[in-house]
């Protein structure tokens, strides 16, 4: 059970670690470290800084004293009290109005010696220019499960014009080491993934898979491992098992916004390929680009991808498909934007029967050719990625440096 109440030593190892004349504008108290101890998530403003700024401090229940793992100056549009948190569930959530019609809220949790952004939700209004409507926007990171959640509606919540709940596929160099707490791979293995065919599908035993890949300058290499209680690989391509892998290097928005209106975009156009192979690994896998103006350097780096296929003692697939990066270099888009991804596992139980296959999608809304229900594959560069990480570890080593004498500044993330 977490602790209710602090000795006086701990909670001047608090105090010790805030600016000097400041006042605590608020707290709470609850375990987001999930080791049974209480941790005190607060609020101070102090003298010396911008007179709209807070300070939010995360200190985490080190035993015989707390340990801070955050420290944030965060703005306020008009008043304090709208930068506020709660700590629920293993969760310290902390919300905060960015202007009018514009709020954030971010849940964090130690897991694994390291203080993550486990979650990530955003609403405002988009006031565009030179239009004569106004949009909402809604927007959900979740970064263990590497899904995100976007929604555009009605100003007034009337109506959602567009929806789609879609996994994110973060790619980093393949020689960076990566603490262990840092989510990689995506696992389809879920009722809500299913495009087509949920009367056929009973369970992650029946069809699941998960992918993970990293990157160089030459190659973007793609792990897939499947579990498929049938495989089905003699036949046409449409009447046998499948992978299909859709990527939109495009650059270009969902939504495509005039002054009269919007547009979703719904066709396959410019930047868009996919990628496939059928799950057997006797054959070479079936390439095919599926767009009106692919580049020449495009089109000549489709020959170059490669596919390796293999089957483990438990009879699961796996595949290796290596892609050139020349495919992505036209619009190479990193970091936070990224380019559409989305992958789609065609399964074919009775090849007599084709139109009863079910398809399993990292797009719960997923559509072929249709770019608006494409994911997201986030290429990383040394320094970034997909979310927030603290070592805890490095926090640690450097309050014990502190408190022998030591001044140590900076600090480190995995």
């Given at each position: ?280 690994s006797s054959k070479s896998p079936y390439f095919f680009a599926e767009g009106k103006k692919l580049t020449q350097d495009q089109k000549e780096a489709l020959t170059k991808a490669r596919l390796r296929q293999w089957h483990d003692a438990m009879g699961r697939a796996h595949a290796d498909l290596r892609i050139p990066m020349e495919l992505f270099s ?85």
């Amino acid at each position: 059970m977490a602790e209710r109440a602090f000795s006086h030593e701990k909670i001047q190892t608090i105090i010790s670690f805030l600016p000097e004349n400041c006042k605590i504008y608020g707290f709470d108290i609850g375990d987001f470290s999930n080791d049974g101890r209480s941790d005190v998530v607060l609020s101070v403003k102090a003298s010396g800084y911008p007179s709209n700024t807070l300070q939010v401090f995360m200190l985490l229940n080190d035993g015989r004293s707390f340990l801070p793992v955050y420290r944030q100056f965060t703005r306020y549009f008009s008043l304090p009290i709208e930068i506020g948190f709660t700590i629920d569930q293993g969760v310290c959530y902390v919300t905060h109005k960015i202007a009018d019609n514009h709020w954030r809220i971010d849940g964090w949790q130690v897991r694994r010696n390291c203080l993550q952004l486990v979650n990530s939700w955003e609403t405002r209004l988009l006031n565009l220019k030179n239009n004569l409507f106004t949009l909402g926007y809604e927007y959900e990171d979740y970064f263990l499960q590497l899904r995100e959640r976007e929604a555009y509606f009605h100003r007034l919540g009337r109506k959602t014009y567009f929806e789609n709940s879609y996994a994110v596929l973060p790619v980093y160099n393949k020689d960076r080491t990566l603490n262990p707490a840092v989510p990689r791979e995506i696992v389809v293995d879920s009722a809500a993934s299913i495009c087509q065919g949920l009367s056929n599908w009973y369970g992650p035993d029946d069809l699941s898979y998960a992918i993970h890949a990293v990157y160089d300058s030459a190659f973007l290499t793609i792990s897939i491992s499947i579990q498929d209680d049938i495989l089905v690989s003699i036949g046409e391509k449409d009447s046998v098992d499948r992978m299909e892998l859709w990527f939109d290097v495009s650059g270009r928005r969902k939504l495509l916004f005039s002054p009269n209106g919007y547009a979703i975009r719904k066709k396959t156009d410019k930047g868009i390929f996919i990628l496939g192979f059928t799950v057997d690994s006797s054959k070479s896998p079936y390439f095919f680009a599926e767009g009106k103006k692919l580049t020449q350097d495009q089109k000549e780096a489709l020959t170059k991808a490669r596919l390796r296929q293999w089957h483990d003692a438990m009879g699961r697939a796996h595949a290796d498909l290596r892609i050139p990066m020349e495919l992505f270099s036209a619009g190479k888009k990193k970091g936070k934007s990224g380019f559409g991804f989305v992958a789609a596992y065609h399964d074919v139980d009775q090849p007599d029967k084709p139109f009863r296959q079910t398809t399993l999608a990292t797009s719960s809304n997923f559509e072929s050719g249709n770019p608006s229900t494409f994911g997201k594959i986030l290429f990383l560069e040394q320094g970034e990625w997909f979310g927030e990480f603290r070592d805890v570890l490095i926090h640690r080593l450097l309050n014990r440096l502190a408190r022998i004498g030591v001044i140590v500044s900076g600090g480190s993330r995995p």
